[in-house]
């Protein structure tokens, strides 16, 4: 009898901080690194939020204007000899979902200021 007993909380001990873990954590952070290499961490984000969202959540942090905020993801393609990277520009109406981002990808902010 000990021994089921045993069993049954060990169980319970692996099923209980799975559902905490999920109820507390089911937004995630997403790193963000400007071109001057400043690391902006803990963005909330889940797969229905959208690039304009991630850039206002910038803003409210940084103070860095939504309308000079260009957000990119770096992808690299490895071939058979090769590997390059590059770079594509995350749209404003895209969910991070569309770009398949998760809490490893890291995004890099680029500043423009346009002047006349």
């Known amino acids: 009898m000990k021994r089921h007993v045993f069993i049954l909380v ?16 089911s937004q995630t952070a997403l790193r963000v690194r400007s071109t001057s290499l400043k690391q902006i961490m803990g963005i909330p984000f889940v797969g229905t939020t959208t690039i304009a969202q991630l850039k206002e959540a910038i803003q409210e942090s940084e ?18 000899f090769s590997s390059s990277k590059r770079f594509i520009t995350l749209k404003d109406e895209k969910t991070c979902a569309h770009y398949g ?11 423009q200021i346009r002047g006349g």
């Open 63 to 80: 103070g860095i204007p939504v309308e000079h905020q260009v957000l990119m993801q770096r992808i690299i393609v490895r071939g058979c």
């Open 10 to 25: 060990a169980m319970i001990a692996f099923i209980v901080p799975a559902a905490v873990y999920s109820a507390t954590f």
């Open 101 to 111: 981002l998760d809490y490893s990808t890291e995004l890099i902010l680029v500043v």
